[in-house]
């Protein structure tokens, strides 16, 4: 019922930049803060980004001064644009979006498919 989209990530070398898409699609009532997680090889999921309604963001300490969250409620989308990349920077990146299907449903966290972000050096 409801999906979330990402773009493609890609291949980028060091200090290049990558702009992460993603679209919300379905029935829902409302869209409360939006995100985007990551994980690399044999590591948990981490939070990078999150951005609410009010537009008050989160970024992870690593990635502060680097990246930049926004989202066009009316669109339904979240962009994460990631400049100086580092190796270390290296993912599968998720989309991430709580939402109320209904007036009378609960808030329920949902997931894109996750996307490949590579950083070479």
């Known amino acids: 019922q409801v999906q979330l989209v990402e773009s493609a990530g890609g291949l980028v070398q060091a200090g290049g930049s990558l702009r992460l898409s993603c679209a919300a699609s379905?029935?829902?009532?409302?869209?409360?803060?939006m995100g985007w997680y990551r994980q690399a090889p044999e590591k948990q999921r981490e939070l990078v980004a999150s951005?609410?309604?009010?537009?008050?963001?989160n970024y992870a300490d690593s990635v502060k001064g680097r990246f930049t969250i926004s989202r066009d409620s009316a669109k339904k989308t979240v962009t994460l644009q990631m400049n100086s990349l580092k190796p270390d920077d290296t993912a599968v990146y998720y989309c991430?979006?709580?939402?109320?299907?209904?007036?009378?449903?609960?808030?329920?966290?949902?997931w894109g498919r996750g996307t490949q972000v590579t950083v070479s050096s």
């Open positions: 379905g029935s829902m009532f409302r869209i409360n803060i």
């Open positions: 951005v609410t309604t009010l537009g008050i963001t």
């Open positions: 991430s979006a709580d939402i109320q299907t209904s007036q009378t449903s609960p808030n329920f966290r949902f």
